[in-house]
């Protein structure tokens, strides 16, 4: 068993020391999430991590029930200068809050976030094996309507060897874990560093 909250709250004060290094000119460069900067993303982090079903339904009511709208508010409401939005998430990194899903999302979150961030600026993460494969498990599982990927692996055998995960078979897709992670949440980025028979397929979807 992963211990999530150990492993989200490392990752978060991980973000935080590699952005401390980040000019605040850079922070207005564009992220892996359509239309967000790397300062709209960890505005966005702050937010999800001060989020619990009360705060959700806050949210979601204010938005009037468009989730796009409801994250928009949300990381408008925690985003100031890079500084201060720094700090914001320096002071949530100890916080266990979570919205009423599988704490699984909340390593998704926190790994496709910090790859959103990270690779634009030239650097990659370091995650644990043990919890990435947790991530992957998920995703794999869930619908695409929730945020997994289900639809877009059916029929399809996906490998993580630096990780050691597997699911399904078929066609294969192989690759690193995080760059498969990214691909199966939605984003585009990492699609070329996946290899195998599968990888057409898997674009397309």
């Given amino acids: 068993m992963v211990?999530?909250?150990?492993?989200?709250?490392?990752e978060r004060a991980s973000l935080v020391s590699f952005l401390e290094r980040v000019p605040d000119e850079r922070w207005s460069t564009p992220s892996l999430c359509d239309g967000w900067t790397v300062h709209d993303v960890v505005a966005h982090?702050?937010?999800c991590a001060r989020t619990d079903t009360w705060h959700l339904a806050k949210g979601v009511v204010r938005a009037r029930f468009d989730f796009d709208r409801q994250n928009q508010l949300g990381l408008e409401h925690e985003k100031g200068t890079p500084a201060e939005t720094l700090q914001r998430l320096r002071?949530?990194?100890?916080?266990t809050k979570t919205p009423?899903?599988?704490?699984?999302?909340r390593l998704v979150e926190a790994f496709a976030h910090g790859e959103d961030v990270r690779r634009p600026l030239g650097a990659r993460g370091e995650?644990?094996?043990?919890?990435?494969?947790?991530a992957l498990g998920y995703l794999v599982g869930a619908s695409t309507k929730i945020g997994g990927g289900r639809q877009r692996v059916e029929g399809l055998r996906v490998e993580a060897p630096?990780?050691?995960?597997t699911h399904g078979a078929g066609p294969v897709v192989t690759g690193p874990a995080s760059s498969l992670l990214l691909v199966l949440s939605g984003r585009r980025a990492g699609l070329d560093e996946l290899e195998g028979d599968g990888v057409e397929v898997l674009a397309a979807r």
Avoid: I
Wanted: hydrophobic fraction near 50%; avoid cysteine.
């Fill in 127 to 134: 995650y644990p094996a043990d919890a990435m494969n947790a």
């Fill in 3 to 10: 211990d999530v909250w150990k492993v989200v709250h490392a």
């Fill in 162 to 165: 630096d990780t050691g995960f």
């Fill in 100 to 105: 009423p899903v599988k704490l699984e999302t």
């Fill in 91 to 95: 002071d949530v990194v100890p916080l």
């Fill in 45 to 47: 982090l702050v937010d």
